[in-house]
T-cell receptor, first 119, second 111 residues
Framework: GAVVSQHPSWVICKSGTSVKIECRSL??????MFWYRQFPKQSLMLMAT?????????EQGVEKDKFLINHASLTLSTLTVTSAHPEDSSFYICSANSRMIGSYNSPLHFGNGTRLTVT | GEDVEQSLFLSVREGDSSVINCTYTDSSSTYLYWYKQEPGAGLQLLTYIFSNMDMKQDQRLTVLLNKKDKHLSLRIADTQTGDSAIYFC???????????FGKGTRLHILP
């Protein structure tokens, strides 16, 4: 089946530094990738939708300058948490699909997530 | 507020059936999903059902959809210790292809 690889699986960084998280679709071309954030004991919160070759669409309340998303190719999207602070510590998950909007032939597949801890 | 609601916790004895319930609000949702999340891992798609179906069965999993009541359930037969996880119900918003998740139901297996 479709595989989404997310790297790194965990990262610890100091406050003020930037961290990049990669999301790759291994055996399919992902026209759309989604980035989620999961708070402890809560559901996933959609942060942004990333379409290959265009700017990401951010959900309300998500800072574009803080969470930089790049979807440079059909198999790779990156999320960069800039000037990280302890409150950015969370579990970040990406998902990808190869569907065009309006076509529902396949569900989303998720990466294993990245645990970010900012000290 | 949340568009998808599910109870947060379920405790079941090993060997019994588990039934996880979910309600959603968007009647135009075309697909409804069940995902499983094991500790520290991402979400694994368990099964999904198209909105014109009432039931879907896949080995130990049975999904029931009541579109009139916007109610979705996941039944796991012969629950095993490996089924211990958080189960997320999700619906897709057809207009913009966004998936909306419930908060997840933590399934705890009793020996």
């Amino acid at each position: 089946g479709a595989v989404v690889s997310q790297h790194p699986s965990w990262v610890i960084c100091k406050s003020g530094t930037s961290v990049k998280i990669e999301c790759r679709s291994l055996d399919f071309q992902a026209t759309t990738m989604f980035w989620y954030r999961q708070f402890p004991k809560q559901s996933l919160m959609l942060m942004a939708t990333s379409n290959e070759g265009s700017k990401a669409t951010y959900e309300q309340g998500v800072e574009k300058d803080k969470f930089l998303i790049n979807h440079a190719s059909l198999t790779l999207s990156t999320l960069t948490v800039t000037s990280a602070h302890p409150e950015d510590s969370s579990f970040y998950i990406c998902s990808a699909n190869s569907r065009m909007i309006g076509s529902y032939n396949s569900p989303l597949h998720f990466g294993n997530g990245t645990r970010l801890t900012v000290t | 507020g949340e568009d998808v609601e599910q109870s947060l916790f379920l405790s079941v004895r090993e060997g019994d059936s588990s039934v996880i319930n979910c309600t959603y609000t968007d009647s135009s949702s075309t697909y409804l999903y069940w995902y499983k999340q094991e500790p520290g891992a991402g979400l694994q798609l368990l099964t999904y059902i198209f909105s014109n179906m009432d039931m879907k069965q896949d080995q130990r999993l049975t999904v029931l959809l009541n579109k009139k009541d916007k109610h979705l359930s996941l039944r796991i037969a012969d629950t095993q210790t490996g089924d211990s996880a958080i189960y997320f119900c999700a619906e897709i918003k057809p207009r913009d292809d966004k998936i909306i998740f419930g908060k997840g139901t933590r399934l705890h297996i009793l020996p």
